[in-house]
């Protein structure tokens, strides 16, 4: 089974800071991709990755940057966080089929 | 960005009743996914069609790729309590890059 982890199920931090999130997968995938779900609005992408240093932007990429250094692992980055960034992230990998999902990171932003 | 149309947007209903949901698209995809998301998780895949006109079955659920590539729909037979989530449909249009396009969501509760 493919297994997309994320670094923290919760998260609080305060307007400002410069916030991390990271996810790991382990299933060798080439694809990678962040969004963010809020009530309503259904799951928006952020950016996505399709090789190791290639990034791409999705339908909502202002405030966010991503870093892909090695396949496995997609981090994405909000420079300087603000309150509208409070939200639901998710990961997801994928080869050339469906997209597998984490379980999410509940971001609180202060 | 785009989002498929997912009807209903709700459903309240009773352990027992059978369950029908849908989505549907101005765009034609080569794939379409449904995707079950229980509350404070990650969404989950539930079953996947890949040739227009497929139907597919996954122990209570069942699902079809209609035949337009248009559209596609979920059931779900005696449904248990367990089957309350979210369910989201995605679209794929077989680019290079792997996109989705999800629906919007549908809400179902179901009373013991």
């Known amino acids: 089974d493919v297994k997309v982890t994320q670094s923290s199920r919760y998260l609080v931090k305060r307007t400002g800071e410069k916030v991390f999130l990271e996810c790991v997968q382990d299933?060798?995938?080439?694809?990678m991709f962040w969004y963010r779900q809020d009530p309503g609005l259904g799951l928006r992408l952020i950016y996505f990755?399709?090789?190791?240093?290639?990034?791409e932007k999705g339908d909502i990429p202002e405030g966010y940057s991503v870093s892909r250094e090695k396949k496995e692992r997609f981090s994405l980055i909000l420079e300087s966080a603000s309150t509208n960034q409070t939200s639901m992230y998710l990961c997801?990998?994928?080869?050339?089929?469906?997209?597998?999902f984490g379980d999410g990171t509940r971001l609180s932003i202060l | 960005g785009q989002q498929l149309n997912q009807s209903p947007q709700s459903m309240f209903i009773q352990e027992g009743e059978d369950v029908s949901m849908n989505c549907t698209s101005s765009s034609i995809f080569n794939t379409w996914l449904w995707y079950k998301q229980d509350p404070g998780e990650g969404p989950v895949l539930l079953i996947a069609l890949y040739k227009a006109g497929e139907l597919t079955s996954n122990g209570r659920l069942t699902a079809q790729f209609g035949i337009t590539r248009k559209d596609s729909f979920l059931n779900i037979s005696a449904s248990i309590p367990s089957d309350v989530g979210i369910y989201f449909c995605?679209?794929?249009?077989?680019?290079?890059?792997?996109?989705?396009?999800f629906g919007t969501g549908t809400l179902l509760a179901v009373q013991p």
């Open positions: 299933m060798d995938h080439e694809n």
């Open positions: 997801a990998s994928s080869l050339w089929g469906p997209q597998h």
């Open positions: 995605a679209g794929q249009d077989g680019g290079a890059t792997n996109k989705l396009i």
């Open positions: 990755s399709y090789d190791v240093k290639m990034k």
